[in-house]
C-alpha cells in the first residue's frame, strides 16, 4: 500500500498549486486523509464529501417543482436547481429520480444542472463519493462487469448516488458496497470479478 | 424524510410485495445479534447490542435513595434512552423526543412486569433502598431499537453487581454480590409493510411500514405489548404475532444468557 | 478535607512518571451511519466521537455563504462516572467543553472549502477518568479526518498541571480532584500551535512554562495513536476481504 498522507503531512518542500493540498511557507501540505502519487504530484483522498466539477454526471431526486426551476436532491450540501430552457420539452414531479449534468457551478455551492434524464423505477444505493472513480473502474471495466454478472441496469453518478434498476439488485449492491470498502487495494477488478462469480448462482 | 429515504421506501415495497426482503431474510428472521458485557467498567453493569448495523449500549447505574411512599420495603427501577444525534442523520440533538421516552418506557415495561429484577432485594435498610438505573444509549441506528434495547437492558441487567453498603455509607469501589434477577424477557417487533408483517424491520423497512407491535415474553407470559405508528393490525395478526414472538424467546433468551461469561 | 497521597516513593498512584501519559489506543470508523467516527480508550476513559458533514446548514438562514458552520456536543452519559447515576442533558461544564472544542476545529477545519455547510461534531463519553476533554478532542480530531473533511492538521490534546512540586501530564479523575493545577491544552502538531488552552489552580510562570513543554513532549505520543488509527483502518478494510 502506498504510503497514507495524514491532514498536515506536508507532500512537497516545493509550493505547489494542487487540489487537496494547501502552501504554507513554500512548502506543500495535504489538507486530507489520502495518497499521494509524487510522480504525478497528485493528492488522492481516502474520503470525502462530493466537490461538483464542470459537466459531472450526477443522479438526483427531484424534490420540487416550482414554475421556472426544479430543485434536485444530489446528498449534497448545497443546492442543486434544473432550470428548463424556452425549447426543453421534459416535465418531471417530485419524487423523480433523473440523470443529469453539471452546467454550471454558482456562488460557489449552487449546482445549476442540464440535460436531464428519467430514471423509471429501481432504487438509489449512496455509495462515498471518492469511491466512485473505483466504482467506475478505467473505462467503465468495474461497473460493466457488475452489471453483466447482475443483469442489472446501472447508472453512477459522480455524486455517489447509483441507481439500480432489474436483475440481481441484491448482488450488485453486495459488489458495489464490497468496491467501497476496498477501494484503496489492489487487483480490485480480479476480487470482484471472484465476488460475483461465485454469488451469481445464489 | 429524506428524497433517497422516499425512493428506497417504494423499493422496499416492491420487494415485499415479490416476498424478498431487501437484506435476504424471512419474514419472522432476526438480524446476527452480538453482546458484549460489562464493558464500561464505571458503570454498575453494561452491555452493547449489535442487532444488525443498529447498535445500543445500555449502562446500570445504582444510586441509593428513599423508597417510594407506597413500597416502602423495596427498591425502584429507572429505564431512560437516548437517541444519540451521532447514531442517524436524522436524529437532532436537543431535549428526549416522543421516539426516545417511547423506546425507554416500552422496554422498561416487558423488565418491570415480568419482575426480572427483584426489586424487594434492593431494600438496604429504614428508609433507603437501591434505585437500579438503565440507561439505552443509541450509538448506530439500522431500525428496531425496541429489541435491541431490550437485549442491552435485559444483558446490562445480568452483569450488574450491587456497590456495598456500610456503616451507613455507600462504598461504590466494591461490589458485593451480583442484582438479583428473577426472569428474562425477551423481545419482538414487527413492522407491516404491503399487508406483510416483518420482524426485526431495518431502518428502510421501517420508513416503509405502516403499523408496528412491540411483544415482550418471558417463557409462559406476554408482559408488555406496544403498537406504534398510524395503521392497523387485525386480531387474528396480533395473535399469530403473539405466536411467534413466544417462539422466539427461548433462543433470544438463550443469546442473552451466554453473554454473561 | 482528607487529601490523598497522589505521589508515593517518587511515582504516581498508578506507577507512571510524571511525564508519562496513560497507554492510549484509538480505533477509527466504528460508525457505519456517521460520515466519520473514532473511538478511544485512553488511560479508563472511553469515549466515541463522530462527525456529520459537510452537510446543508439547518436552519439555512444561519448558515454562512463563504464558509462551513460548525457545531459540536461533548457530553457525558449518566453511567460514565465512578459515583452515583447522572443526571441527563448537557450540564454548564459541557457546554463549555462543547465550545471551546468548536473554536479548536474551527480553526484547523478548511472551513471554505464547504461554503454554506454545516459541520457537527459529537463527543459522547460513555466512561470518564480525568482528561475527557483531552480525550474526546483527540478522538473528534481522527473522526474529522476520516470523514475526509479538510484540515490543515491532526489537532491532538493532552492535560497537563501540577501535584505538590511535580509538573505532570495526563491527570486521572483522582488526580484531576486534588491537583494544585490542571490544564488541558490542544495542539496543532505541525507548528506546535496551542489552540486550546484552560488552566485553573496555582502556577508561577516557571511552572507554567514547563507543563506547557511536557505536555507538547507526551502529546507526541497521542499524535503517534491518532495516526495509527488511521492507517489501522485501511489495513483492516483489507482483511474483511470475501
Known sequence: MRDMIIPGDMVSDKPLRIANGFIQNGKTYSKVLGVYDAAERTIIPLEGSWMPRLEDSVVGIITEARPKVYIVDLSYFGRALLIPGKYDRYEFQPGDIISALIKNIEGKNTIILEDPKPLEGGTILSIKPKKIPRVIGKKSTMVRQIAEYSGTHIVVGMNGLIWLKDGNIALATEALLKVEREAHLSGLTDTIKNFLEKNKSE | MEAIDIVKTSYIKELIAKGIREDGRKANEFRKIEIVSGLIKNAEGSAQVDLGATRVLAGVKLNLDEPMEDTPNQGNLVVSAELLPLASASYETGPPSPDSIELARVVDRGIRHAKCVNLESLFVEEAKAWTVYVDLYVLNYNGNLFDAGSIAAMSALLSTEVPKYEDGKVVREERVSKLKIDNIITSSTFAKVGGKSLLDPTANETNAAYSRVTIATDEKYVRAMQKGMSGGFSAKEIEELIEVAFNNHKEQKDIIKKSQK | ?242
Request: hydrophobic residues 40%; glycine residues 8%; contains cysteine.
Open chain 3, 1 to 242: 478535607m482528607n487529601k490523598p497521597e497522589l505521589v508515593v516513593d517518587g511515582k504516581r498512584l498508578d506507577g507512571r512518571r510524571f511525564d508519562e501519559i496513560r497507554d492510549l489506543k484509538i480505533t477509527a470508523a466504528p460508525l457505519k451511519n456517521a460520515d466519520g467516527s473514532a473511538y478511544i480508550e485512553w488511560g479508563n476513559n472511553r469515549i466515541l466521537a463522530a462527525v456529520y458533514g459537510p452537510k446543508e446548514a439547518t436552519p439555512r438562514h444561519l448558515s454562512d455563504p463563504s464558509k462551513a458552520i460548525i457545531k459540536c456536543r461533548y457530553s457525558m452519559a449518566p453511567f460514565s462516572g465512578l459515583s452515583e447515576h447522572g443526571r441527563s442533558g448537557p450540564n454548564r461544564r459541557a457546554i463549555e467543553i462543547s465550545k471551546v472544542i468548536k473554536e479548536v476545529f474551527e480553526n484547523v477545519v478548511v472551513l471554505s472549502d464547504f461554503p454554506g455547510s454545516e459541520i457537527d461534531i459529537f463527543i459522547e463519553v460513555l466512561q470518564g477518568d480525568g482528561g475527557t476533554r483531552a480525550a474526546g478532542l483527540t478522538a473528534a480530531s481522527v473522526a474529522v479526518a476520516s470523514a475526509g473533511i479538510h484540515m490543515r492538521d491532526l489537532v491532538y490534546a493532552v492535560s497537563a498541571g501540577r501535584i505538590d512540586e511535580h509538573i505532570a501530564v495526563d491527570f486521572t479523575m483522582i488526580e484531576d480532584n486534588y491537583s494544585d493545577c490542571d490544564m488541558p491544552i490542544a495542539v496543532a502538531p505541525r507548528n506546535n500551535e496551542i489552540l486550546l488552552l484552560q488552566m485553573d489552580g496555582e502556577m508561577t510562570k516557571e511552572q507554567m512554562s514547563e507543563a506547557i513543554s511536557m505536555a507538547l513532549e507526551a502529546g507526541k505520543k497521542v499524535n503517534v495513536a491518532q495516526r495509527n488509527a488511521l492507517k489501522e483502518a485501511y489495513a483492516r478494510a483489507g482483511e474483511e476481504k470475501n
